[in-house]
């Protein structure tokens, strides 16, 4: 019965790389969501995806981050040419249904360093 | 504007007195409420939410919170902590203008002493 999983569970970048981070949401769920979490900050919410679909970005920077979940496979956080600020912990979250009540099943984070 | 704020960062407590984990939002709007523990090296997990009803909320491992409408708060509360609760505790919102997207607070680190 696994959960939700993430990886990888630590990527170190050096900037200008890429990082791509995958998330499996739990057997049975369609909905996805990311969260980012900077030191000493709360967890911010960056994009909900269903499959094949883009339901709302609207915290996801404006460049350079990109976000899929397709028919196969796992969703797919991709950050081109990582600078330093973008040192942080993403957490992807699942549910079976549109979110609404809370009910959202989080992953351990990836958390990404940019040297 | 809409935000969460948890009002302590750190909160050490000896094994077995009580916890208030304190959470305030601001909000024009009526939301729902949710505390969340992380464990070390593991993922957000659901202690309890508040959706409607009774203001008191039970929840998982002994915890409990209240919503306070007035106070615009929502407390987290255990009366008897063990070593085990040592974990990072968050509050978050959902304010109902968003309906899927979690406000959550900063975070704050409980460390449980014996």
């Known amino acids: 019965n696994a959960g939700v999983m993430q990886n990888p569970r630590h990527l170190v970048r050096r900037r200008g790389q890429e990082a791509r981070l995958r998330c499996s949401p739990m057997?049975?769920?369609?909905?996805v969501y990311w969260y980012r979490q900077l030191p000493e900050e709360g967890l911010k919410f960056m994009v909900y995806?269903?499959?094949?679909?883009?339901?709302?970005e609207s915290g996801m920077p404006k460049e350079r981050f990109s976000a899929e979940f397709p028919k196969e496979g796992p969703s797919i956080l991709r950050i081109q040419q990582v600078v330093r600020g973008d040192s942080a912990a993403y957490f992807c979250?699942?549910?079976?249904?549109?979110?609404?009540?809370?009910?959202?099943?989080f992953g351990e984070g990836s958390r990404l360093t940019v040297l | 504007a809409q935000s969460v704020t948890q009002l302590d960062s750190q909160v050490p407590v000896f094994e077995e007195a009580p916890v208030e984990l304190r959470c305030n939002y601001s909000?024009?709007?009526?939301?729902?409420l949710f505390w969340y523990v992380q464990y070390p090296n593991q993922g957000l997990q659901l202690l309890l939410k508040?959706?409607?009803?009774?203001?008191l909320v039970k929840g998982i491992n002994g915890f409990e919170a209240e919503f306070n409408k007035s106070q615009t708060s929502f407390h987290l509360r255990k009366p008897s902590v063990h070593i085990s609760d040592t974990a990072e505790y968050f509050c978050?919102?959902?304010?109902?203008?968003?309906?899927?997207?979690?406000?959550f607070g900063a975070g704050t680190t409980v460390t449980v002493r014996a």
């Open positions: 979250a699942s549910s079976r249904e549109r979110g609404n009540t809370g009910e959202l099943f």
């Open positions: 057997k049975g769920h369609s909905h």
């Open positions: 995806l269903q499959k094949e679909n883009i339901i709302d």
């Open positions: 909000s024009s709007v009526s939301v729902y």
């Open positions: 508040y959706l409607s009803g009774s203001t």
């Open positions: 978050a919102v959902i304010f109902r203008s968003n309906d899927y997207k979690l406000s």
